[in-house]
């Protein structure tokens, strides 16, 4: 039962490359979402679809794009990376009914 | 604005004593909340939950965690610590219709031997 999978784990960037994290889930989940984790600020929300070819903005989505063509995947674009976008990111799925979210492990990124 | 508050950012206890850490939040109305755990390197396991019913919620790894609808918290308990609950803990609340979680910015816990 492999849940919310990321790829890749660890990533470096140079200041202006673009990218692509991605995030599959195999529970047929609604809901997916991207957040970013910064110390002493908890986790924010990047993005978030409802369903697939649906997407909305969250707290932080400055830098960002993502795209919902199926209900199992849910990747995000960096356009054009900057330093202030090293972070660790988390993608989660969840069905809708209660907002528990199921995480997963992780992706993180480096921009020099 | 909707925010939820962890007021300790670190916290140091001895194995075998007890815990709380708090958590409070700011909506208009009760929302689902949620104890987040997570160890150095890893994702989110989530702890437990409530959405309605007794206020006080059992948890996994002997943690338990109280609603007080006046006091807006949800502080998480656990009698005896043991080493291995050594992480960081994650406050979240959802507005119950809504599927966007809120996260505190976490308490990280140290456990002394």
């Known amino acids: 039962n492999a849940g919310v999978t990321q790829t890749p784990k660890f990533q470096v960037l140079k200041t202006g490359q673009s990218m692509t994290l991605q995030c599959a889930q195999d529970m047929n989940h609604e809901y997916m979402s991207w957040y970013r984790q910064d110390p002493g600020m908890g986790l924010r929300l990047i993005h978030y679809?409802?369903?697939?070819?649906?997407?909305d903005q969250g707290e932080v989505p400055n830098g960002y794009n993502v795209s919902r063509s199926t209900t199992e995947d849910f990747p995000l674009r960096l356009l054009s990376a900057a330093p202030s976008q090293t972070s660790v990111y988390f993608c989660a799925s969840n069905t809708g009914d209660t907002g528990e979210l199921f995480f997963g492990e992780g992706s993180r990124l480096t921009v020099l | 604005a909707q925010s939820v508050t962890q007021p300790d950012i670190h916290i140091t206890v001895s194995e075998g004593a007890s815990l709380e850490l708090r958590c409070n939040y700011s909506y208009g109305a009760t929302p689902y909340l949620f104890w987040y755990v997570q160890s150095p390197g890893q994702g989110l396991q989530l702890l437990l939950k409530?959405?309605?019913?007794?206020?006080l919620v059992q948890g996994i790894k002997g943690f338990e965690a109280e609603f007080k609808r006046s006091q807006s918290s949800f502080n998480l308990r656990k009698p005896s610590v043991h080493w291995s609950d050594a992480a960081e803990y994650f406050c979240?609340?959802?507005?119950?219709?809504?599927?966007?979680?809120?996260f505190g910015a976490g308490t990280r816990l140290a456990v002394h031997p």
């Open positions: 679809s409802v369903g697939a070819g649906i997407t």
């Open positions: 979240a609340v959802t507005p119950r219709g809504y599927n966007k979680l809120i």
């Open positions: 409530y959405f309605s019913g007794d206020t």
